[in-house]
């Protein structure tokens, strides 16, 4: 059957796939955000969609990020399911007006009388040698808007899978993607299944350590998993896909059994999510803990050009390794 | 001219419709006097930002819209929801903070949200409400609904970036917005000519390439005129619509205002010309109304108003447990 | 000496002489934003200064968040020494392309050619009731921000002393006002004494419990503190004065004396400025811990209109009482 | 007319500044080209947006800009940074990543600034420069400086909102802001017209009250001339003026760009009307350079760019431990 080939695409592709099939079930659903039309989307993500959707569904639109997002609120109150593409987190500061003081408060502030029903995508993180003004990794910042969900894919099956769980969620949710991931290949079964976008993953399950994180800093983390096995080192690593509201039940799980948590995401240090979520785990599972939770987030600066500042400020496989190991075995 | 009809502004107006300007107008003009006070004896609270010698905007430009029609307002908005047809009751139980209140007590005089009668806010972000109107605009090009978009802002956004933009989206893409600048000359204490390099709003307008007109807001029947003559052009071109109306604030912009920034001539100046007050000289040369008429209808607009504070009186708190109610949807709403 | 003479006056009174010794010492110094002139400031905090300084040094904007927060950037590069009064926190949405992708950028981008000698100020936080739109307290949120210092002052003291500080930083920094501590009055000295801006102040000491606050909630622990005196608990209570960079030390050594925390702010929890500091305690003081870190902030929701769904919102002298009560005696 | 001089465009010009113009303009065009190579090279990294099509805006501007004027650009800038007199070693060095690079690599492509020579960025924000430029005049004027600070953009950052507050503020408070609009009518891959309902740019310039004046960008003579006409006028009068430039794009926006939005005709017609091709015709038409002068030239600029390539291959990597210096001053600096 259809859904058990699996097919090789990229992350990329994924996402691809997942506008696609959104546009064809619901014709409320439209894209709309700069260069997703005639350019095919800064990315190539939207690539094709315009010729098979019409411009009217598939919306270029002027450098206007406070007006378009705000449009894409206003048309999800008029009924429309619209699918609003900031290009990157980095410009999506020009938007956060409409996100917090809109999309985000229209349902408590109306009593419940209006919710908006609208997903915001934008491609997040560094990595890219792109420099201070384009590396932003933000996602997590985001987390501290209440009204707003906020969603993270780090795989190719949640890349396809989160936008039609976000598009059928009645209130605002954002999807980061993180542009290192786009090029990403993998396989896919041909139909899509629906994924839940309230519960984190397990990638591996092990006793020794947790191991958090999500989008692009999960890979590091798988990669940094393997190396860590063949030192004897079993992590659980958890990928928590859906950032708010946080699956904390999950990562208190894991640390009960694994009485260790070390946390890794791409966004600066201070103010990190990797602090929420120590401080749940500090509220939580204190006593539960054979060592502090540690956490590796990017260096506290603006990212710089040069391919290896931009690499020492960002986290590493080799120091989630070396950190992991100073963490078991002291 | 047949004597059932009025000759006021350039329009001919029934004795009907101009005494429903003038009930309009005053039902607004006595609930916010009546807000003030109840302000001032602290049963409302936060910012309360009053309407008083702008009434002709609203009533007039509430003519021209339908039931179906959307309006996006600012914290000005009294004055709008009423003439959507929100009942005093609603409105002023949600000044009170009460769980009758159009918004359960979560909104307040600045987020008066109606869902059944289309009032999509009450912004107290100055701008904010101009990229929604652009949305339910599409919503309804998209959809193939022939319906208009009143958004009302005043002429201090008209410097923000969201009004470039705004106006930008909407003619580009020829959405049915009516965009209603309520130019009142100052926002908060800043003058126009302190806050825009080209004083004459419709010509930045237009250099959006969308039609303007520009109307004396302190006449009702020239807003309503105006405002006819503009949704008209929305509707039949389905493309945008700037009117700016001339009007003033007599009320200090909100409840803590020194009003330092204007003097006390120029506020008396405006008073002269109250929207309220010409009407009725205008309806009684007519012999359309005379004072004991004027007694009567200033008597159901008491008791209407009595009405609503005694319903926000006997209304109930809303439970503290659900603080985090309408943070997001029951799921199911969808 | 005028020095010792104490003058009676309020918060409000001291921004506002804060500002007026700074344009006198200074004629780089120029306040601009929106209604700071002929308005007399929204919270009447500029009041006067129009007449003693003219037009140009106390420049009334349009309203343009974006662009005057930009301007005073533009005007720190050119020689100047601008503080921009952004009204409050919940328009600074508006302008923080400018703060986030140039202010706190273009020193590091620049490889060290251009520091911006800017100050920025607004007004934050909720308890007056103005709703959802109206009273962010965002000013911990803003910490995360690599390149900016921020500031929140709490006192007399500092509301007067820290602008002049913040002016002589060679680098952005921002001063968060709590709103509802303008009318607080007290009494401060005839001159200004320069106030440091890098280390916390005990406000109190005590051997049972570290509070950790600022701003408007210090004074909700001070309050506190004085009911849990009579119940026999003595607080350690630090008023963290800088939020970026956090004077980590100051809370740690008292940590190491009380072994037990508390940290109160009235940013919405996750994401908070608390879970910064629970997770930096979690990290250097784990081994001194006798219980774990706790946290009092806002409730995560849109702020409500309502006085008694706002109180319910917002953190409260009781909860901070019943908290610190539990943590000591279980 | 003098046999030492030329009438090109509408103005006259010596030899002298117009072999000037060439070079300038050559410069500029072959280090991009290298600049490309290295690029597939994988020696520079990023994002790389070039200027070729367009050198004569940068090139013409330039001639009406003196040593204390500032300028602020986009992430397109090299042309600016070459024309401000900066070294192409140290623009090289930087795109390398290098620490003999303007901004010690930290910058990269899109982020070159230079404090000698006033070259404020470099901004990878599309419209995040207006502000800037407007608050580096507001301290010229506060100041009584006489510098003029010149503001460039592309035509797609009219769209922004900040373009909107930012024209307001310059206009209102009379502020010397030289603001030149490349229209290379393409943002990204989204046409003028799909992105102002207006395309008639100056038009919208002069909604603020601003003066305005649109010249042939592909013409470097025109361009100086009209640059120096607008310079003077900020000048004299110490207020703003909008310039814009029509010009195009010969390349793809950026490294990664199919060009799926325009046609290989539309593409070449303009590369019909190389600003470098046709000054070179008519300086031979005069007589003011044949073959061997031009191979000269390109011979000395092949120096220069093999000097600098070899400079940037030369320098060293700046060392990770200074990974957060420059995060914030070194105390002192004020
Ligand atoms: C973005 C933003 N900046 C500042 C404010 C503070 N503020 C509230 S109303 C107002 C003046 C608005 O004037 P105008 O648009 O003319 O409307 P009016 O009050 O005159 O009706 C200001 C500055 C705000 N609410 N939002
Ligand atoms: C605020 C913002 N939105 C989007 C982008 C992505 N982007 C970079 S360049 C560009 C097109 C700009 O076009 P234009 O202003 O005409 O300048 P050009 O590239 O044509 O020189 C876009 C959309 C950005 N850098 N900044
Ligand atoms: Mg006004
Ligand atoms: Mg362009």
Redesign the interface.
């Known amino acids: 059957m259809g859904e058990l080939e699996l097919r090789k695409m990229t992350y990329r592709d994924a996402v691809r796939e997942g506008l696609r099939e959104a546009l064809q079930k619901d014709e409320r659903v439209?894209l709309i955000g700069e260069d997703v039309g005639r350019y095919g989307g800064c990315f190539a993500v939207s690539k094709g969609l315009l010729d098979e959707f019409g411009s009217?569904r598939i919306r270029d639109?002027?450098l206007?990020e406070?007006?378009?997002?705000?449009?894409?609120?206003?048309?999800?109150?008029?009924?429309?399911r619209?699918i609003v593409e900031i290009m990157t987190v980095n410009f999506s500061l020009l938007a956060l007006?409409?996100i917090m003081?809109?999309a985000a408060t229209?349902?408590?502030?109306?009593?419940?009388?209006?919710?908006v029903?609208l997903v915001i995508r934008m491609a997040t993180g560094g990595g890219k040698q792109l420099a201070a003004q384009h590396s932003h990794s933000l996602e997590g910042w985001y987390t501290h808007i209440?009204?707003i969900k906020v969603l993270c894919p780090a795989t190719l099956e949640d890349a396809r899978g989160m936008l039609w769980s976000a598009l059928?969620?009645?209130?605002p949710v954002l999807i980061f993607e993180p542009a290192v991931l786009y090029p990403m290949e993998g396989e896919l079964a041909e139909r899509a299944a629906a994924v839940n976008i309230d519960r984190a993953k397990v990638h591996r399950e092990g006793k020794d350590l947790s191991l958090i994180s999500y989008g692009s800093c999960l890979h590091k983390c798988l990669d940094a998993a393997v190396i860590l096995a063949e030192k004897g080192i079993e992590v659980d690593l958890l990928d928590l896909r859906t950032l708010r509201p946080l699956d904390t039940e999950s990562f208190l799980a894991s640390v009960a059994k694994t009485h260790r948590a070390l946390i890794v995401d791409e966004g600066w240090r201070s103010g990190s999510l990797s602090a929420e979520i120590s401080a749940r785990i500090m509220e939580q599972a204190f006593y539960q803990l054979d060592a502090p939770v540690e956490r590796i987030c990017s260096a506290e600066v603006p990212m710089p050009y040069a391919k290896h500042m931009e690499e020492a400020a960002l986290p590493q496989v080799t120091t989630i390794v070396e950190t992991a190991r100073r963490m078991v075995h002291g | 001219m047949t004597n059932t009809d009025i000759k006021i502004g350039q329009s001919l107006v029934s004795q009907e419709q101009s005494l429903h300007f003038l009930r309009q107008m005053l039902r607004i003009r006595r609930f916010e006097e009546k807000s003030a006070e109840l302000y001032s004896a602290m049963k409302i609270?936060?910012?309360l930002h009053l309407y008083i010698g702008e009434e002709a905007v609203a009533v007039g430009i509430a003519e021209a819209l339908t039931s179906d029609d959307?309006v996006v307002a600012t914290y000005r908005e009294h004055g709008y929801a009423m003439v959507r047809g929100m009942s005093m009751g609603s409105i002023m139980a949600?000044m009170y903070?009460?769980v009758a209140?159009?918004?359960?007590?979560?909104?307040?005089s600045?987020?008066l949200?109606?869902?059944e009668h289309r009032l999509?806010?009450?912004?107290?972000?100055?701008?904010?409400g101009?990229?929604?109107?652009?949305?339910?605009?599409?919503?309804?090009q998209?959809?193939k609904k022939a319906q208009v978009t009143c958004c009302c802002f005043g002429e201090?956004?008209m410097?923000?970036?969201?009004?470039?933009?705004?106006?930008?989206?909407a003619?580009?893409w020829k959405l049915p917005v009516l965009f209603v600048c309520e130019n009142n000359f100052y926002?908060?204490?800043?003058?126009l000519q302190?806050?825009?390099?080209?004083v004459d709003l419709s010509?930045?307008a237009?250099?959006?390439?969308?039609q303007t007109a520009t109307v004396d807001g302190m006449d009702v029947i020239a807003v309503a005129e105006a405002a006819k003559k503009a949704s008209d052009t929305v509707r039949e071109t389905g493309g945008p619509f700037f009117l700016e109306c001339r009007t003033y604030r007599f009320r200090p912009h909100s409840m803590f205002?020194?009003e330092?920034?204007r003097s006390k001539q120029e506020v008396e100046g405006w008073k002269q010309r109250c929207p309220i007050l010409s009407l009725i000289q205008r309806l009684k040369k007519q012999g359309w109304i005379d004072d004991s008429g004027l007694e009567e209808m200033e008597q159901e607009i008491a008791t209407e108003i009595a009405t609503a504070v005694d319903f926000a009186e006997q209304s109930e708190?809303?439970s503290?447990e659900d603080?985090?109610?309408?943070?997001?949807?029951d799921?199911?709403?969808?």
């Open positions: 439209f009217e639109t002027p206007s406070s007006a378009f997002t705000g449009a894409g609120i206003g048309a999800a109150l008029g009924g429309m619209p007006d409409q003081n809109n229209y349902l408590h502030m109306s009593g419940g009388q209006f919710n029903p209440p009204g059928i969620d009645p209130d | 609270r936060g910012f959307a949600e903070g009460k209140g159009c918004c359960r007590g979560r909104g307040g600045m987020h949200f109606d869902a999509y806010g009450g912004n107290a972000i100055v701008g904010g101009l990229p929604i109107a652009v949305g339910l605009a599409l919503a309804d998209l959809q201090g956004a410097a923000e970036g969201e009004f470039h933009e705004s106006m930008n989206l003619a580009l926002a908060m204490g800043t003058a302190l806050s825009e390099s080209i010509s930045k237009a250099a959006y390439a969308v205002d020194p330092l920034y708190w809303e503290v603080l985090s109610k309408f943070v997001h949807s799921s199911g709403v969808n």
